[in-house]
């Protein structure tokens, strides 16, 4: 999956209607609700919630979620802060890991809607 395709262009631009209809000051659950909706709208499969595995030496060590899953292929991260730090991007970066999932879209929902694409290997 490239960084740029069709997919993940579809799901950036609902993610747009939404921060365009709400504006900003909503919690991140929210815009996820939100989000959700609009992307079911679109014919996507949306999973909220994904649970994700942490396996170390064949142990399972850890267990999180990610907000969403688009087709199987998008891991999607939202949040609804001031603005971006390198935790979101770690924390996201780690989902992709834990996963084997090509891309992660990471949107915050703060001031105005800010768009992270983050791809195996960056």
Do not use: W
């Amino acid at each position: 999956m490239q960084e740029n395709d069709p997919l993940t262009e579809r799901v950036i631009g609902c993610a747009l209607r939404v921060a365009n209809v709400l504006g900003h000051g909503f919690l991140e659950k929210v815009y996820e609700n939100a989000l959700v909706h609009e992307l079911r709208k679109a014919g996507l499969d949306v999973v909220q919630q994904h649970g994700l595995e942490v396996h170390y030496d064949g142990v399972l060590v850890g267990e999180f979620q990610v907000d969403l899953l688009v087709n199987g292929q998008v891991l999607v991260e939202l949040k609804a802060v001031a603005g971006l730090q390198d935790a979101y991007v770690a924390q996201s970066l780690n989902y992709l890991k834990a996963s084997g999932k090509p891309i992660c879209l990471l949107f915050n929902f703060g001031r105005s809607l800010q768009v992270r694409r983050l791809v195996v290997g960056n």
